[in-house]
């Protein structure tokens, strides 16, 4: 392998690593306020018992999204200075806005929000939650920004192979940026459904019948069945949007070869990329231009058209885009199918059965798998440019020796495979600790020189009246 293909491995591990937690904090923090709120406006402990949990999961997260992050940012200079150096005005401001308006909001509320349910009132605690989720979602706003820019730029001018920015309006709104906003923040939506829902399905086979579990899962399960069409209609949107912006893309995730109307909906093939042709092709006659064109006559362009005359590919690699796609696409209409099973045996029984349970439990990591796909599907789908139509991958990469770039390669591999793991291996003990001691001590309460947030005080009351 060159450097420029192991320099592509690298960023791609630390970016599939990286990806992992803010797709988990992004909407997880809604969810801790839906959690507050719900708290505030009922009394009910066991909405602080989810709160309490969760929130443990949030700093984890967070924690190890930062310093991933750090470590990816790094790359920029050490494996790609072509980056920065061509298009560096524009994506480094862009990085500066996520760091000032985003990193800092949860940096100085983060603290409040973890350890402050005992020495701040109920109003200030739950502002605080608010901001924290607010400054995730912003940060997901700049970066979406900024990789938008990447598929689709414009607001921009070349100057001596310098892109100078024009009008920040038309570079922050460029055509893929709300579409892909969208579809990202749905993704983390339902990453933390099945996240939940999974884990209070593994304290539920532990034995764990409190409130707080119940609806916490409750809870994981309506928000996957209400986001899930919701993200079918914004994908398709989205793969409308790519088809008019990037067609060759749209192209290779279909492993379709020829323009023409009437393009089936390959379901299953092995595409042959020398051939330029499909092995053992499965498809469903004129599906494609029906999703694509919502018209079954409907002309959809092919990879054919991507050649130069001297035989240069213009498109991207199809195998991967074809197979990541589907793997995405999978993975959600079996989200759909459980979220929807699960959520009426909940409206039905009260209640949900281990059959269910044990399926829940490995869905808890579904919308990681689904993300990485779509990820997949998005960057590699824009190769061989790094930058669409301004700057090649080629162009960028730094001249360093196969060797140095295949070292840290595999010392990146080997460190992150030992924090997912124990990742995960936390996340699970938290649960199954949790399953054995449910009740958490309501915050606020018998905390000398501290007045009880009224409403805490009442439910506790509550509980120990019962």
């Given amino acids: 392998m060159d450097a420029l293909l192991l320099s592509r ?8 690593f990286h990806i992992l ?21 009922t009394g009910d402990q066991a909405y602080m018992d989810a709160y309490f949990f969760w929130v443990k999961v949030f700093a984890l997260s967070f924690a190890m999204g930062v310093v991933s992050g750090i470590t990816m940012s790094f790359q920029f200079g050490t494996n790609w200075p072509g980056f920065m150096e061509s298009v560096g005005n524009i994506a480094g401001p862009l ?44 940060s997901a ?6 990789n938008s820019w990447m598929h689709t730029p414009q607001g921009f001018e070349i100057r001596d192979g310098v892109a100078y920015a024009t009008d920040w309006l038309a570079i922050v709104f460029n055509p893929s940026m709300p579409y892909r906003l969208v579809h990202v923040l749905l993704a983390s939506g339902l990453t933390v ?3 939940v829902a999974g884990l209070s399905a593994l304290r539920w086979l532990a034995g764990d019948r409190a409130r707080g579990t119940f609806i916490a899962l409750r809870t994981g399960l309506t928000l996957g069945a209400i986001l899930i069409p919701l993200q079918i209609l914004a994908g398709d949107m989205h793969g409308l949007n790519t088809l008019e912006h990037q067609p060759q893309k749209v192209a290779a995730m279909e492993a379709n070869w020829e323009t023409g109307p009437r393009v089936p909906l390959v379901l299953f093939a ?3 990329e020398e051939a330029r042709e499909n092995r053992y092709e499965i498809g469903i006659p ?3 231009s029906l999703i694509l064109k919502h018209d079954i006559d409907g002309v959809v362009p092919g990879l054919n058209d991507f050649v130069a005359e001297d035989g240069t590919v213009l498109h991207p690699p199809v195998t991967p885009l074809f197979f990541a796609f589907r793997i995405m696409v999978g993975v959600g209409f079996a989200m759909l199918f459980i979220a929807w099973a699960g959520s009426w045996m909940i409206w039905r029984r009260g209640d949900i059965n281990r059959p269910l349970a044990y399926v829940l439990v490995p869905m808890a990591l579904s919308g990681w798998v689904a993300t990485l796909a779509g990820w997949y599907t998005t960057e590699i789908g824009r190769q061989p440019w790094l930058v669409s139509g301004v700057l090649k991958t080629s162009d960028a990469v730094a001249a360093l020796p196969p060797s140095s770039v295949g070292i840290t390669l595999a010392a990146y591999l080997l460190v992150y495979a030992a924090l997912i793991l124990a990742y995960l291996s936390v996340i699970i003990a938290l649960a199954l600790k949790a399953a054995k001691t449910p009740h958490e001590a309501p915050p606020g309460i018998d905390d000398p020189g501290v007045e009880p947030d009224p409403a805490m005080a009442l439910a506790a009351g509550r509980e120990t009246d019962g």
């Fill in 9 to 16: 491995i690298q960023f791609a591990a630390n970016i599939s």
């Fill in 21 to 41: 937690f803010p797709t988990i904090t992004i909407a997880l923090g809604w969810l801790l306020l839906w959690f507050r709120l719900r708290f505030n406006r």
């Fill in 95 to 138: 990085l500066a806005y996520e760091v000032l308006t985003a990193f800092f909001l949860e940096a100085v509320f983060l603290g409040i929000m973890l350890f402050g349910s005992r020495r701040v009132s109920a109003r200030v605690h739950t502002l605080a939650t608010f901001l924290v989720a607010f400054g995730t979602t912003m």
């Fill in 141 to 146: 706003f700049w970066i979406l920004v900024l």
């Fill in 193 to 195: 459904a099945f996240l």
């Fill in 270 to 272: 092995i595409p042959d």
């Fill in 286 to 288: 004129g599906g494609a």
